[in-house]
């Protein structure tokens, strides 16, 4: 069988990390975009479309943001599989008419959380899990269409809208990537705060929320139905 070609919606500023990551994560052929630069597909002809993390807010004033967007909403449109990661959920719940707002604090660190059960994205993970989380803006307002599937006292952390998944913590961390982004708060937090993080990024945490990678082979298996159905109406025409 052919593999599947997803969309990589770069939206890292420095993408190397975020590149790896999801490069050892899913198990398709991702044909990249730096988005930030303002590079993003002409077309949907794709599998499927990852939506990454960034140090951005989706309500800033940046000429690269509203493309986006657009792009989002037209991919999700087109029936295409989306799965946003972090400010990609962010970006996929205002594409599909939610509202994303800043926080009072910040969420960052190994955190629980806890999903409803009944959707195929979280097959294999426990109810309550363990995840890495770096976000100041939260989902608000989901889309209108929209199932909610994830919370803690943190508010949304994963919802469904159709073939699109949001989600708001980083199932695709490894511990490299874990310490550099945490390390890279002291300017927005404080020094013991940050410390305290760093501390807590042990292997067994890691392997904890390794768990939640299941996230990434549930998708694939999901989008590769989604094509093979497409297939059988192609050929039926």
């Known amino acids: 069988m052919t593999r599947l070609r997803f969309a990589l919606l770069n939206a890292a500023h420095e993408g190397a990390n975020t590149r790896r990551n ?17 590079h993003l597909p002409d077309h949907t002809d794709f599998d499927g479309v990852i939506v990454t993390g960034s140090r951005s807010s989706v309500y800033w004033d940046e000429a690269w943001i509203p493309p986006l967007v657009d ?17 990609g959920h ?15 604090g910040f969420e960052i660190g190994y955190n629980e959380i806890r999903h409803r059960g009944g959707d195929e994205l979280f097959d294999g993970v426990d109810e309550s899990f363990t995840a890495f989380t770096t976000h100041g803006d939260t989902v ?6 929209a199932t909610p599937l994830a919370e803690n006292e943190h508010g949304v952390h994963a ?21 550099e982004v945490a390390d890279g708060k002291r300017e ?13 990024i042990t ?3 890691y392997a904890a ?11 694939t298996a999901y989008a590769r139905r989604v094509r093979a159905d497409r297939d059988v109406v192609v050929a039926d025409d």
């Open 140 to 145: 608000v307002e989901l889309p209108p269409n």
């Open 22 to 38: 999801f490069r050892r994560e899913l198990d398709a052929d991702l044909v990249e975009f730096d988005v930030t630069d303002g």
């Open 71 to 87: 792009y989002v909403a037209d991919a999700a449109e087109d029936d295409l599989p989306v799965l946003g990661v972090c400010y």
């Open 90 to 104: 962010q970006v996929l719940a205002e594409a599909l008419g939610g509202r994303v707002a800043g926080m009072d």
């Open 188 to 200: 927005q937090l404080n020094d013991a705060r940050v410390d305290a993080v760093l501390d807590s």
């Open 203 to 205: 292997p067994e945490a």
């Open 209 to 219: 929320a390794c768990e939640a990678k299941a996230l990434f082979d549930n998708f």
């Open 159 to 179: 919802f469904r809208d159709g073939h699109c998944w949001g989600v708001q913590f980083h199932p695709e961390y490894d511990t490299e990537t874990a310490r």
